[in-house]
């Protein structure tokens, strides 16, 4: 599921760690970075990893535009490669 596209690798990373931070829905899951070219011009885009079905996907994209944050679910495309990756971290939950 991809959460924005950026000028640099430094402002996706910086992204995520705002994102992650500001959210709860996003803490649990591990990120990435993959460039892409666009008439002439590379971006970064930021994606969230580790769903495993694309309903997974949407269902958690849509839980995030309900909370103003704008996302899309795509498939990778076979020649991205991985500019980028951040481990997920697991969510601590107390009991009694």
């Known amino acids: 599921?991809?959460?924005g596209a950026y000028d640099t690798l430094g402002i996706?990373?910086?992204?995520?760690g705002t994102?992650?931070?500001?959210?709860?829905?996003?803490?649990s899951f591990p990120a990435s970075s993959h460039?892409?070219?666009?008439?002439?011009?590379?971006?970064?885009?930021?994606?969230v990893n580790g769903l495993k079905t694309r309903a997974d996907a949407e269902k958690?994209?849509?839980q995030l535009r309900a909370k103003g944050q704008s996302c899309f679910t795509?498939?990778?495309?076979g020649n991205e490669s991985i500019q980028w990756a951040a481990k997920?971290?697991?969510v601590?939950?107390?009991?009694r």
Do not use: D
Not at 19 to 27: E, F, S, V
């Open 60 to 62: 958690l994209c849509g």
């Open 88 to 90: 997920g971290t697991p």
């Open 35 to 47: 460039s892409a070219t666009v008439k002439g011009k590379t971006f970064y885009r930021l994606t």
């Open 92 to 95: 601590r939950v107390a009991s």
């Open 74 to 77: 795509r498939q990778m495309a």
């Open 12 to 16: 996706a990373k910086e992204k995520w």
């Open 1 to 3: 599921m991809q959460l």
């Open 19 to 27: 994102l992650k931070r500001g959210n709860t829905l996003l803490a």
